[in-house]
């Protein structure tokens, strides 16, 4: 990944916090992306429509933020097999702890839910334990 970037850091965060917003306003939904992604996997028909606009709106992100120069330096520091590996295990963890850390932490922690609290305090420690393990112990 690239350097410090606080403003663009900034501007996503407020982005993430208005579409989480929107999504409370408009749908009566928790923008949770696990549980959005996990509904597209399942046969929901009609209902699918919101959660597939919602996963296509954080891809367009993405294009629209290189297309106007944003020039993603995206460095992949793990093999593919490394990163499959961490991401089913990410998605099973998302499961089992009902919600991801944008539920959690984004949605769950402004409503002030102790559940998501107290979920959301676990990643960071696994965060950091992570990093510590793979930074200076492996």
């Known amino acids: 990944m690239g350097g410090f970037a606080p403003v663009d850091g900034l501007v996503g965060g407020i982005l993430i916090g208005v579409s989480a917003t929107l999504l409370m306003l408009f749908e009566g939904r928790i923008a949770?992306?696990?549980?959005?992604?996990?509904?597209?996997l399942r046969p929901l028909g009609w209902r699918g429509g919101w959660r597939a606009a919602f996963v296509a709106g954080l891809l367009a992100g993405g294009v629209?933020?290189?297309?106007?120069?944003?020039?993603?330096r995206v460095q992949l520091q793990a093999s593919v097999p490394a990163m499959v590996v961490a991401g089913l295990l990410v998605g099973f963890g998302?499961?089992?702890?009902?919600g991801c850390t944008s539920g959690h932490g984004v949605c769950g922690m402004a409503r002030l839910s102790r559940r998501s609290i107290c979920?959301?305090?676990v990643f960071m420690v696994v965060a950091m334990i992570t990093v510590f393990v793979t930074r200076h112990v492996l």
């Open 94 to 98: 998302t499961r089992l702890g009902s």
């Open 32 to 40: 949770g992306i696990s549980g959005i992604v996990g509904g597209l």
């Open 64 to 72: 629209i933020y290189e297309v106007f120069g944003g020039g993603m």
């Open 119 to 121: 979920a959301t305090l």
